[in-house]
C-alpha cells in the first residue's frame, strides 16, 4: 500500500518535473531568429544559418553574434568568417559598431576579407540599434586591397553581393576636393581606387571625400564621423543626405570648404550638375550659421588654390 502511496506521489510530480523541462526547452528555443553568415565550403561565397538569441539588450546581442561569426558553424560544410583571434572587441556609439581586430585579420586574403566584411555587417546590422559598422586593426583604419580606407559600412552596401560578384570590383578614377593647409581653400586630387560593383558612384564619392586625403598636400574636410544616410541623383541633380555629425567640424575648415569639397567631387560626375545637402532629412537651416542648405549647389572653383 506505501508502494503503491508513493507512485501516485511520484507519479505528478515527474509530469510536473517533465512539464518543466519541456517548458524550459520552449523558452530556450524562443527568442529572435537572426541570420548568421559563413562562408561556404570552397570560401568562395556566403552562405547563411538561422540563429536564435534570447537577448534584448542590443550590445548584448552584438557580443552573442561576434561569438557565432568566429565560432565553427554547427554544419560541417561551412566556414567562420573569422577565427577567435582575429577579434578583439567592439565599440556601439549611436548606431555604430566599431569592431577592433587584431593584426591576424590582415592574414585573410583579399577575396576571403571582402567576403568577412559582408558576413560582419550583413549580421550585425539586423539588430536593431545597429544601421552602421565600421573595422579597425588594433585601432587603426581598415584599408581595403589598394590602400584605401574603408570607412562605415552600412547593409547597403552588400545587398545582392554574394559568389563571385563578391570579389568583383571595378576601378575608377575620380577626382575630389579636400581642404588646403589654410581651411580657406580648396584643391584637386585625383584618386584611382577600385569599388564594390554594387555602391552607387554619388555615394563612393561622398565617403571618399569623408574619409579624407591620403596625401601631405591636402587636409580633410569634413568630420570623419560622418555617415552617409543616402546619396541619390535626379534630374542632374545630386540629392546628399548625411547624419548630424557633418554639424561638428574638428578641423579648421571654414563652412564653404566643407560644403564645395563635396559639392564640387560630385559635380565632377558626368551625370552631376547641382547638389543638395540635407542633414537628418533636414535642410531647412544654415549650416553654421552661414549657408542656406535649401540652395542647389553648383560648382565652385573659385575656392580652388
Known amino acids: 500500500m506505501k508502494k ?28 529572435t531568429t537572426y541570420k548568421i553568415y559563413y562562408l561556404d565550403k570552397n570560401k568562395t561565397k556566403l552562405a547563411e544559418d538561422d540563429l536564435i538569441l534570447n537577448q534584448t539588450d542590443t550590445e548584448e546581442l552584438i557580443a552573442a553574434s561576434m561569438i557565432r561569426l568566429c565560432a565553427q558553424p554547427d554544419d560541417v560544410e561551412l566556414n567562420p568568417v573569422i577565427r577567435q583571434e ?15 581586430m587584431s593584426s591576424e585579420y590582415k592574414k585573410l586574403n583579399a577575396a576571403e576579407e571582402v567576403l568577412a566584411r559582408a558576413a560582419i555587417v550583413n549580421t550585425l546590422t539586423q539588430i536593431q540599434g545597429v544601421d552602421f559598422v565600421s573595422i579597425t586593426i588594433e585601432g587603426e583604419p581598415l584599408l581595403d586591397a589598394l590602400g584605401n580606407p574603408v570607412g562605415v559600412m552600412t547593409k547597403d552596401m552588400f545587398i545582392n553581393n554574394a559568389g563571385k560578384e563578391m570579389n568583383s570590383y571595378n576601378k575608377v578614377k575620380m577626382t575630389l576636393y579636400f581642404a588646403d593647409a589654410e581651411g580657406d581653400g580648396l584643391i584637386e586630387i585625383n584618386r584611382t581606387l577600385a569599388y564594390q560593383n554594387n555602391i552607387s558612384m554619388e555615394k563612393l564619392v561622398v565617403e571618399q571625400v569623408i574619409a579624407g ?31 548630424e555629425s557633418f554639424l561638428t567640424q574638428p578641423y579648421n575648415v571654414s563652412a564653404e570648404v566643407a560644403i564645395y569639397s563635396i559639392v564640387n567631387s560630385l559635380v565632377e560626375l558626368s551625370n552631376v550638375n547641382k547638389v543638395q545637402i540635407s542633414v537628418e532629412g533636414e535642410n531647412d537651416f544654415l549650416f553654421r550659421e552661414q549657408i542656406d542648405l535649401t540652395t542647389l549647389f553648383e560648382r565652385n572653383l573659385d575656392l580652388l588654390k
Do not use: R
Open 4 to 31: 503503491k502511496l508513493m507512485l501516485l506521489i511520484l507519479l505528478p510530480l515527474c509530469l510536473l518535473l517533465a512539464s518543466c523541462a519541456m517548458s524550459s526547452n520552449t523558452e530556450e528555443e524562443e527568442g
Open 86 to 100: 582575429m577579434y578583439l572587441n567592439f565599440m556601439l556609439t549611436e548606431k555604430q559598431v566599431m569592431l577592433n
Open 213 to 243: 586625403p591620403s596625401n601631405q598636400d591636402s587636409y580633410p574636410s569634413v568630420n570623419p564621423e560622418t555617415k552617409v544616410i543616402s546619396a541619390t541623383i535626379k534630374d542632374g541633380v545630386c540629392y546628399v543626405n548625411l547624419d
